[in-house]
């Protein structure tokens, strides 16, 4: 497991959405996921997934657990709103108060607005397409929503944050600073993490869902 | 001037693809973003999503299905397509291709096809990339108002302009600075001072 995590640090946030906490020791990635119950089948998987650059969605072997995979996405949702942005926001607040009151103001209001889009967007999955799978899961076919409608409405949301690093990075006008720098530094961070949660999204979870529609009907 | 080019490479062969991707990395003065796909199921979804401005394809994966059809499918009609060959093919094959490169072409020589390729398309725009991203007077007009939240139609009828032209405006604006939504501009605007905090609290 160290291994894992040394060779490919962003797996850290990975292992930590699926539940498993630090000092895990010399075990490997079996023990450990065995130790707090976390399937291992479903955290190889997406690890794997991740760790290869291509897109191309994997052939989910038969232990594939999709509560297990909801329930990783459903962290990664909580670990955005409730830590990620906010922590971004706080910092960005400091890193910006010696320049001109108008443009910090615009700033966070551009900030507060991405940070709302990104939570509707969230908001969207948990509220519709994670209850729709879960009831799927157990055989029941809600007839008026499919999958398809999300892959169709599913942005990518790492786009705006995108703009507001290259804004700062091409117009800002004080001096920035190392607190700055560090907070681009997260943005970038954080840019990365949101298009790699897409990619789970668009080509694991999506995929895996159209072929349990398939086996329903 | 640096162009900025989305690439997908389309082969089965991992080895491949990272050796095309390395070597495009070698290329000075274009930025890449390059996608690797190895199937062609994938490749339909990634299109489809993701828009590329090139894609560099193995021919074989494509088998006989045409290319025109592909770009209808993914709504992609500006694809440009490049075969990538291992060894020589027959011509007839490559017809559909907008160029092809082979696995034993040095950087320098994609980026001569690259480039050779993208020149039709940039061509109308060199101009423009003359004065890339300083905006015309008229430009700044049309910020100001966007940011101030005036519809297209209202900022139409306060310039004096058609709603189409503002439209056009909006386009370029969006392409000059990289800046697609409303906040961004605001932001842009009250840092070039172009608005004031109070014009935009109402």
């Known amino acids: ?217 | 001037m640096t162009i900025n080019l989305n690439i997908v490479v389309a082969d089965p062969s991992v080895i491949i693809r990272c050796g095309i991707e390395a070597t495009l990395k070698r290329i000075q003065g274009i930025r890449f973003h390059i996608d690797e796909v190895s199937a062609i199921d994938t490749l339909y979804e990634f299109l489809k999503k993701r828009k590329p401005d090139i894609l560099i394809i193995n021919p074989a994966l494509l088998g006989y299905a045409s290319l025109s059809l592909l770009r209808e499918e993914c709504a992609c009609p500006k694809l440009k397509c490049v075969a990538l060959l291992y060894a020589v093919a027959e011509r007839s094959l490559l017809n559909q291709y907008d160029e092809f490169i082979t696995i034993y072409d040095t950087a320098e020589d994609i980026k001569n096809k690259l480039e050779k390729m993208s020149i039709h398309e940039e061509e109308d725009k060199t101009e423009d990339d003359e004065e890339l991203q300083t905006l015309s007077s008229r430009e700044k007009e049309i910020v100001v108002c966007v940011v101030k939240g005036l519809t297209n139609r209202e900022i139409a009828e306060q310039l004096y302009l058609s709603a189409h032209t503002v439209i056009t405006h909006r386009r370029n604006i969006a392409r000059k600075l990289q800046i697609h939504s409303a906040s961004g501009l605001t932001v842009y605007a009250i840092v070039n001072k172009l608005v004031e905090l109070g014009d935009i609290k109402k």
């Open chain 1, 1 to 217: 497991m160290s291994d894992l995590i040394g060779d490919n640090y962003p797996m850290l946030l990975v292992m930590s959405r699926f539940g498993i906490p630090l000092g895990f020791g010399e075990k490997n990635v079996k023990e450990v996921c065995k130790m707090h119950h976390v399937d291992a089948c479903t955290f190889l998987t997406v690890v794997n997934f991740l760790s290869d650059d291509s897109h191309d969605t994997p052939i989910l072997s038969d232990c594939f657990s999709m509560e297990a995979l909801i329930s990783y996405l459903q962290n990664s949702h909580t670990y955005f709103l409730d830590f990620r942005l906010p922590n971004i926001r706080e910092k960005l607040v400091n890193a910006i108060h010696n320049c001109p009151k108008d443009v910090a103001f615009v700033i966070i209001r551009f900030f507060d607005e991405y940070a709302e889009e990104v939570f509707k967007h969230m908001q969207y999955e948990e509220k519709v397409v994670f209850p729709y799978v879960k009831g799927l899961l157990k055989g029941e076919k809600d007839s008026r929503y499919n999958i398809s409608i999300f892959k169709k409405r599913h942005d990518q949301i790492e786009m705006k944050i995108i703009e507001l690093k290259n804004l700062i990075i091409k117009y800002y006008p004080a001096e920035g600073g190392n607190l700055l720098n560090s907070v681009l530094f997260d943005i970038f961070a954080c840019e990365q993490d949101l298009a790699s949660h897409s990619k789970v999204e668009d080509f694991l979870f999506t995929p895996a869902i159209l072929e349990l529609e398939k086996n329903q009907c």
